[in-house]
């Protein structure tokens, strides 16, 4: 695939300009899940499409949904519409999404190699399509954003076959047998390394790393299986594309998130709902942007609750380039209503 990538210019793109240090006068805003369920023009359409992951293959339609939320809200980025677990399905995992039960991946690596596996990386072809039609047809200033799962959560779902509530299968595994984990854990990275470039090379402009399972691993264990190879993706996707932000998102990490900030040297740091940002404003690097960190919920109760905590997080972040973002994805009963208030409130600054 011919690249299209090409340095972005910060005047032009707010978002982007953050990313690379600059803080705003008027922080960007972009709500991860923002082209979702909440939307009536998406339920529509992947009612049309027969399916979640159908919508994902189809690149015209999973760009359409890329834009749906661009077009009624104009958010300063713009996310891939896609999943994390394209990954797997790359790898040679059967993917398929149940109603109601969440995806299921098969065989789950729990109790078959890693190596029985036939690798099918032109799965991800469709993926590749869609950036291109999506960088194609968005606005000049939005900055797209591309995303992958990071390893340790990606893998919990191919040991797994599953998700699961407190990632059992993995941890189990990886104090067990770390050999056989790590290999999957490598085979993880090694892929995500290409993907990420493959999506930089197709038309975004920034990627950002999703560890939603994080927070449920040890210190040391959080060392070894997210940040360790957090960092082996950041340096390649950097060594390549050195233009290209980095947003790492390891949710749940808690005291834990200066140590990855130091370490992973990402661009950018997430920052999810139980994170106190005074804190996060204090104890992070001097100077590194940051990404979040408004609760779901309180975005859903609207009003006064939703006013206060909007402007708690304004304040937190008086010098610092800051993003603002829900701390996890936005919920599917999410009014439209408190989404255009919270871009009110934001922008009236």
Do not use: C
């Amino acid at each position: 695939m011919e690249s299209a990538f090409v340095a972005v210019p910060t005047v032009d793109r707010p978002l982007y300009a953050v990313l690379k240090g600059q803080r705003q006068a008027v922080p960007p805003v972009w709500l991860m899940r923002q082209a979702g369920r909440y939307l009536p023009e998406y339920r529509t359409l992947r009612a049309d499409r027969g399916g979640f992951l159908e919508l994902v293959h189809d690149s015209a339609a999973a760009a359409d949904v890329t834009l749906q939320p661009i077009r009624r809200f104009g958010f300063d980025g713009a996310i891939l519409f896609s999943d994390i677990l394209v990954i797997p399905h790359a790898l040679g995992q059967d993917l398929v999404f149940e109603v109601g039960e969440g995806p299921r991946l098969s065989p789950p690596l729990a109790d078959h190699a890693l190596e029985a596996l036939a690798r099918v990386p032109e799965r991800l072809d469709p993926v590749y399509r869609t950036v291109a039609l999506v960088a194609a047809a968005l606005p000049p200033q939005t900055t797209f954003l591309g995303f992958a799962g990071s390893p340790w959560t990606v893998a919990t779902y191919m040991v797994a076959g599953q998700g699961s509530k407190d990632q059992a299968p993995a941890r189990r595994m990886a104090y067990g047998d770390p050999q056989a984990f790590g290999a999957i854990v490598d085979a993880i990275v090694t892929a995500t390394i290409d993907y990420l470039i493959g999506q930089i090379d197709a038309g975004v402009h920034a990627v950002q790393l999703f560890d939603s399972w994080a927070g449920s691993l040890s210190p040391a264990q959080f060392e070894r299986w997210v940040i360790a190879p957090t960092v082996r993706i950041v340096d390649a996707v950097r060594a390549a594309r050195p233009d290209v932000p980095i947003i790492g998102f390891p949710k749940g990490a808690g005291g834990k998130l200066p140590a990855y900030a130091r370490e992973t040297r990402v661009d950018a740091l997430g920052l999810d709902e139980t994170v106190d940002p005074l804190w996060a404003d204090r104890e992070l690097p001097a100077g590194l942007p940051v990404q979040g960190n408004l609760d779901p919920l309180a975005l859903i109760a609207g009003g006064e609750p939703l006013a206060q905590a909007v402007d708690h997080i304004l304040s937190a972040f008086p010098e610092r380039p800051h993003i603002f973002n829900l701390g996890h994805g936005i919920l599917p009963d999410t009014p439209i209503a408190h989404v255009e208030r919270l871009l009110e409130q934001v922008r009236r600054r």
